[in-house]
């Protein structure tokens, strides 16, 4: 190009290239997601930390899954809210249990329409929905939940009778009113094909409007709901991530209702003048597995003087900003079968005679974690109570996934870890029968095996948590795992936010929701 | 020229095969099971044997690679393990919000970074030229999610100017705009300190030689002299480090992504690693594989049109 160039208008030179890069910017955008249609009622704006990934209950994963998957679907009963234990009538409208507690049978609803004009419900829905979970080549991660199911059988098309290979009194709370026991629509599911994970169809207050990717969730109320789909018009489930952003969220309007993990943020949420909060016990359990397979944590007595080593209130107090409660089995408060009898206090003192008597000097142990939630910073304390009574501990932190495959491999002698289960069986079952070496039962304990085998198929509510107690005072004598903290999280909300519960699963009531003009 | 472009895409044929395969490689040896990842919780044989078989986890890692091939061959990028969506249409969701952030970023760099380091060549050792380099080291050094961080404290919260998180409406520019604000200007400050230290160097050096004497010597004011001969001989470098950085930003908006709780590619390819989502890894890895070598042939056709003496056979 001649140095001296021809004349050009500057003016056009700087405007023009800026215009195409505008449009250029917005039509990266422009990626077809529908125009949202103008409100008409109240709306609420829910935070929640990512992304649906799958919208099927045959494949839910996440919290936010499971939270948009419950006022989409409906099952056959129902948590009522605030309870992990209680149930009632939702597609079913009553149910008996045979005196064996092999079969149930349950009197469905009648006149239950679908959405989007898929038909009315009907039992051949329920029979689908559950052999479907329990059929191989659909891969779900619930198959395991209902491996005690022999067969299920409809009589007619408004009664349904599920018959288990052994009594299952955990069948109705920890299956059918949780993540496994959402129904589908038959039709819906082999039409839609792959397109369905994107795209539900259930029976519950809510319809799935639609999705924009990584952004938001858009439910609308579903006008032939059966029950009470309460006021809201629209319910929009906004992704935003971090716990602070979250915060801010709420102060500037962006969301109106959260739920709020950090206790760091939980403290200053509780603190802001202009938003309301409530507290609640979540149904985690911080704990810690000891290797029983592995010296000298073999010997009762060394895993005893663990337990009075750690100083499960000053975890409680200062690593959860006081937001969580010393914990005294594995099992959370708000499961059925949990005992509140504690044997151990914080008593360094106690845990060094223990260890002398033991004969262990100088022990060190390496403890895995994963570098999730509050872990981490747990495990710091947990090295200084351990350093305190002559065990030295390595801490080793992995990424979730890698903890997960690294705690399987045994090489562990500790693993911090939380776990969140809404039924004894579901805790004792996976993590302390000998069936379930190397992993999920990392402690390899194998003790209790009768004990929980018994539970697991007592029909008798006061016989079955009669033997969770027996199992939970077993368990304080023989320590196979260190019970840390009960967390709680925060549910935070801006003012015009009226009746808002949330239930330990992290379950919205909206149909007792309203939003103050 | 058209001969050149044509062997060039030839080439990157292997290229990106390569980098596939040594990915699917990488990928499968990371230690971490998927299946486990899934289940969590809802642990148990009968489970395992479904969902591994589900994801196709029971084959060998041959038969996986070459259905892998062959998928990729056809456009198809196989299924997401954990949303079971085409992976290409999670891509594709959320590929538009890092392009937006990415190009965002870049003209910001590009905005502030060139002037900055011409202004510091054109006065050197002088004010001008200590306060445009501090100010690109300080840029350099300052990590990109305390600085959103920042500016979401000071434009969304006490002055309540813009939104600290989100995308804004597809339908309506100004949201996007809006939206994108905040988390392109941290992203180019970033760039634009290095935009800025390269322009300087370049253009120095392009002052220095013999035709900037010359036409300054014809009575050329400053300004002209800067902007029609030494600018654009200062281009070449200039125009490779942009190309380096629009690779960064399409690869690297992740962090900013996560601060301003943007969708993008990158949150989704730290979910898929996290996750050990392996066919959503791959492909994301794919395209950006691709899109760099597009990136570096365009860089190199450029430095044609900025330099006549660079001819491609």
């Given amino acids: 190009m001649s140095p001296c160039g021809p004349a050009r208008n500057p003016a056009s030179r700087r405007i023009v290239p800026f215009v195409v890069m505008l449009a250029l910017l917005a039509g990266l955008g422009a990626a077809g997601a529908r125009a949202a249609a103008a409100p008409a009622g109240q709306e609420l704006m829910i935070r929640v930390v990512r992304d649906v990934l799958n919208m099927d209950p045959a494949h839910i994963t996440t919290t ?14 129902k948590l009522k809210t605030g309870s992990i234990s209680e149930i009632e009538p939702d597609l079913a409208i009553r149910w008996e249990i045979s005196p064996d507690g ?4 349950f009197q469905l609803r009648r006149g239950v329409k679908w959405q989007k004009g898929y038909g009315t419900f009907t039992a051949a829905d329920v029979k689908y929905s559950i052999e479907r979970i329990m059929d191989r080549r659909t891969g779900s991660r619930f198959r395991g939940d209902y491996a005690l199911v022999d067969r299920v059988e409809t009589d007619g098309d408004y009664a349904v009778r599920i018959h288990l290979r052994q009594p299952f009194p955990a069948f109705l709370t920890s299956v059918l009113a949780y993540r496994p026991g959402l129904i589908v629509n038959q039709r819906a599911v082999t039409e839609k094909g792959e397109a369905y994970v994107s795209d539900p169809i259930g029976t519950g207050p809510f319809v799935f409007e639609r999705r924009v990717p990584g952004q938001r969730m858009v439910l609308a109320r579903n006008p032939d709901y059966y ?3 309460g006021r809201l018009a629209r319910v929009t489930f906004k992704i935003i991530m971090p716990d602070p952003l979250a915060e801010i969220a709420l102060r500037t309007g962006e969301a109106q209702l959260a739920y709020i993990d950090d206790p760091e943020i939980q403290r200053r949420v509780m603190r802001q003048q202009n938003l309301r909060h409530e507290i609640i016990d979540s149904i985690r359990t911080y704990m810690i597995y000891v290797h029983l397979g592995k010296k000298p944590w073999s010997d009762v007595r060394v895993r005893q003087a663990l337990m009075y080593a750690l100083d499960r209130q000053a975890i409680a107090t200062h690593v959860m900003r006081g937001m969580a409660k010393p914990a005294n089995s594995i099992l959370n408060p ?3 079968g949990y005992s509140a009898e504690d044997a151990y206090r914080h008593d360094p003192q106690r845990a060094r005679a223990l260890l002398a008597e033991a004969g262990v000097r100088g022990a060190r142990a390496e403890l895995y974690t994963a570098n999730i939630i509050k872990l981490p910073d747990m495990a710091a304390v947990i090295k200084e109570n351990f350093k305190a009574v002559g065990v030295e501990m390595g801490i080793n932190i992995f990424e979730f996934a890698l903890w997960m495959q690294q705690t399987r491999g045994e090489r562990h002698d500790l693993s911090l870890t939380a776990n969140a289960r809404i039924d004894a069986d ?15 039962n990392a402690s390899h304990y194998m003790a209790i095996d009768r004990e929980i085998e018994a539970a697991r198929v007592a ?11 027996r199992i939970h005072r077993k368990l304080l004598e023989d320590v196979p795992m260190l019970p840390v903290v009960y967390p709680r999280f925060v549910m935070a909300m801006r003012p015009e936010v009226q009746g808002a519960k949330m239930g330990p699963t992290i379950t919205y009531n909206l149909a007792d929701i309203s939003i103050k003009q | 020229m058209s001969v050149y472009v044509l062997r060039r895409l030839l080439t990157a044929v292997p290229t990106v095969l390569g980098a596939a395969t040594i990915i699917f490689l990488i990928i499968h040896l990371i230690p971490g099971d998927p299946v486990l990842v899934i289940l969590q919780e809802h642990f148990s044989r009968e489970s395992y044997d479904a969902v591994k078989g589900r994801l196709g986890l029971d084959r060998p890692l041959y038969a996986r690679y070459l259905a892998f091939l062959g998928n990729a061959a056809r456009g198809n990028l196989g299924q997401s393990f954990r949303t079971k969506r085409p992976v290409a249409e999670n891509i594709a969701d959320m590929f538009p919000f890092t392009a937006q952030l990415a190009v965002a970023g870049f003209l910001v760099s590009l905005a502030i970074g060139l002037p900055m380091g011409a202004v510091a060549a054109l006065h050197r050792g002088r004010l001008a030229d200590v306060a445009a380099m501090g100010g690109a080291l300080l840029g350099v050094c300052t990590p990109s999610f305390w600085l959103g961080v920042l500016l979401i404290l000071l434009f969304s919260v006490h002055l309540a100017w813009l939104p600290a998180s989100g995308a804004g409406e597809f339908n309506d520019p100004a949201s996007l705009l809006r939206h994108l604000i905040l988390p392109a200007v941290t992203v180019g400050l970033q760039g634009a300190a290095l935009q800025a230290r390269i322009t300087r160097s370049a253009v120095l050096e392009a002052l220095g030689q013999d035709y900037v004497r010359t036409a300054r010597a014809k009575g050329l004011s400053p300004g002209v002299v800067l902007r029609r001969h030494a600018l654009r001989n200062a281009l070449i470098p200039v ?11 399409l690869g690297g908006t992740t962090v900013v992504e996560i601060v301003f709780s943007r969708p993008g590619i990158g949150k989704i390819l730290v979910d898929a690693i996290t996750t050990r989502d392996y066919p959503q890894i791959q492909g994301i890895l794919m395209v950006y594989i691709t899109l760099i070598v597009a990136i570096n042939i365009v860089v190199d056709l450029l430095y044609a049109a900025v330099d006549p003496r660079v001819t491609y056979a």
Wanted: aromatic share 14%; net charge positive; hydrophobic share 45%.
């Fill in chain 1, 64 to 77: 936010e899954d499971h939270s948009l998957a419950f006022v989409v679907y409906s099952g056959l009963v």
């Fill in chain 1, 102 to 105: 092999r079969v149930y049978t």
């Fill in chain 1, 227 to 229: 029950g009470n789909a």
């Fill in chain 1, 334 to 336: 708000n499961v059925f």
């Fill in chain 1, 426 to 440: 579901q805790y004792y079952f996976p993590l302390l029968h000998s069936s379930a070496r190397p992993y999920p």
């Fill in chain 1, 459 to 469: 029909v008798n509510p006061a016989a079955r948590r009669d033997l969770y107690a």
């Fill in chain 2, 239 to 249: 125009v490779t480090v942009a190309g380096m950085d629009m690779a960064r930003l």
